[in-house]
């Protein structure tokens, strides 16, 4: 299921959409908004895959917006201005959807979002960092580290991304067969649980304590 919000200073092009989603199977809008704060205020609370957004509101910029966004969540334009079509796709949009559009040409578009979804959730995390959308492979991930609200990703490249999200968020986006938490702080690939010494996991030169609730998941997987 793909969990949407829409934002659009317009009630009427909120309602088309709520409409038109309303009509199209594993897509629920969950909200819509026509005031930026008030959507901010919701992603804080509650991530979501996908934003359906407009370009041209009275505060800030609908693209700024996006680009502010911490968390990993796709975005489909909705605008009367073709002229942002080049900027909207140089961030990695999904659709730009120039109203008034169809029905069938909605459909398109979330049905870009439902291939896309397919297939990053097999190899590929995706993460919005540094004012960027990273697209990580999951064999380039050495391990996870939690930070108070925020998550430092340590590659395989001795490089680190540092993105804002909860240690449960990033798990719900990695597959469940090849990433484990094991500490409070700490989520790493199964493939990396080689070497346990006095329940720590040692990973290059990373000694990651193993918690006391989830010994028995990872002695689990180590006795495979």
């Given at each position: 299921?793909?969990?949407?919000?829409?934002?659009?200073?317009?009630?009427?092009?909120?309602?088309?959409?709520?409409n038109?989603?309303?009509?199209?199977?594993?897509?629920?809008?969950?909200?819509?908004?026509?005031?930026?704060?008030?959507?901010?205020?919701?992603?804080?609370?509650?991530?979501?895959?996908?934003?359906?957004?407009?370009?041209?509101?009275?505060?800030?910029?609908?693209?700024?917006?996006?680009?502010?966004?911490?968390?990993?969540?796709?975005?489909?334009?909705?605008?009367?201005?073709?002229?942002?079509?080049?900027?909207?796709?140089?961030?990695?949009?999904?659709?730009?959807?120039?109203?008034?559009?169809?029905?069938?040409?909605?459909?398109?578009?979330?049905?870009?979002v439902?291939?896309?979804?397919?297939?990053?959730?097999?190899?590929?995390?995706?993460?919005?960092?540094?004012?960027?959308?990273?697209?990580?492979?999951?064999?380039?991930?050495?391990?996870?580290?939690?930070?108070?609200?925020?998550?430092?990703?340590?590659?395989?490249?001795?490089?680190?991304?540092?993105a804002?999200?909860?240690?449960?968020?990033?798990?719900?986006?990695?597959?469940?067969?090849?990433?484990?938490?094991?500490?409070?702080?700490?989520?790493?690939?199964v493939?990396?649980?080689?070497?346990?010494?006095?329940?720590?996991?040692?990973?290059?030169?990373?000694?990651?304590?193993?918690?006391?609730?989830?010994?028995?998941?990872?002695?689990?997987?180590?006795?495979?």
């Amino acid at each position: 299921m793909i969990k949407a919000i829409a934002l659009d200073d317009e009630i009427l092009a909120l309602k088309i959409i709520e409409n038109y989603a309303g009509k199209i199977e594993n897509l629920s809008l969950e909200k819509i908004f026509n005031t930026q704060s008030d959507a901010q205020k919701y992603l804080n609370k509650f991530p979501v895959d996908l934003i359906f957004l407009d370009i041209e509101m009275p505060s800030k910029n609908g693209m700024d917006f996006y680009k502010n966004i911490s968390q990993n969540t796709k975005v489909i334009f909705t605008t009367a201005y073709s002229e942002y079509a080049v900027d909207a796709f140089s961030i990695n949009a999904v659709d730009y959807l120039l109203k008034p559009f169809s029905f069938e040409r909605f459909k398109t578009a979330v049905e870009k979002v439902k291939t896309n979804a397919d297939t990053d959730e097999i190899k590929y995390l995706s993460i919005r960092a540094d004012y960027k959308l990273h697209k990580i492979n999951f064999n380039d991930i050495l391990l996870i580290e939690g930070l108070d609200d925020y998550i430092q990703i340590h590659l395989t490249d001795h490089s680190t991304i540092t993105a804002r999200s909860s240690m449960k968020n990033i798990l719900e986006k990695l597959s469940e067969k090849d990433f484990v938490r094991v500490h409070r702080s700490y989520i790493v690939p199964v493939q990396n649980i080689k070497t346990i010494v006095n329940r720590s996991i040692h990973i290059g030169e990373f000694i990651i304590p193993i918690g006391e609730t989830y010994k028995d998941l990872v002695m689990k997987i180590v006795n495979k």
